[in-house]
């Protein structure tokens, strides 16, 4: 079993800044990669940002030079950086990991709110 723990939501004024972190503990876990999600209301989750044990990234267009991604693979742990915050990143953000190749596992989500 795998547990994710998010941390670091709130709320904040555009163009402010927010730094999530989600770590995973588990028994004999390898984690492959990492990522982070987000669903606002109404709408279906989507992509943000995802990121390798060996460091490779991938972002969604719409956070592309504001938002980054990056890990401590010996804490099992991964952050998102988050800069020149829009409203429209408001949403609840989840953490989500592959682990050991064949199991997927998300967070409890946390919830980052923008205001205008």
């Known amino acids: 079993q795998v547990q994710l723990v998010e941390s670091g939501g709130g709320l904040v004024q555009a163009g402010g800044s927010l730094r999530l972190s989600c770590a995973a503990s588990?028994?004999?876990?390898?984690?492959?990669?990492m990522g982070w999600y987000r669903q606002a209301p109404g709408e279906q989750r989507e992509l943000v940002a995802t990121?390798?044990?060996?460091?490779?990234?991938n972002y969604a267009d719409s956070v592309k030079g504001r938002f980054t991604i990056s890990n401590d693979n010996a804490k099992n742990t991964v952050y998102l950086q988050m800069n020149s915050l829009k409203p429209e990143d408001t949403a609840v953000y989840y953490c989500?990991?592959?682990?050991?190749?064949?199991?997927?596992?998300w967070g409890q989500g946390t919830q980052v709110t923008v205001s205008s």
């Open positions: 989500n990991a592959r682990v050991n190749f064949n199991y997927y596992y």
């Open positions: 588990g028994r004999s876990i390898v984690i492959n990669s």
């Open positions: 990121i390798t044990g060996g460091g490779s990234t």
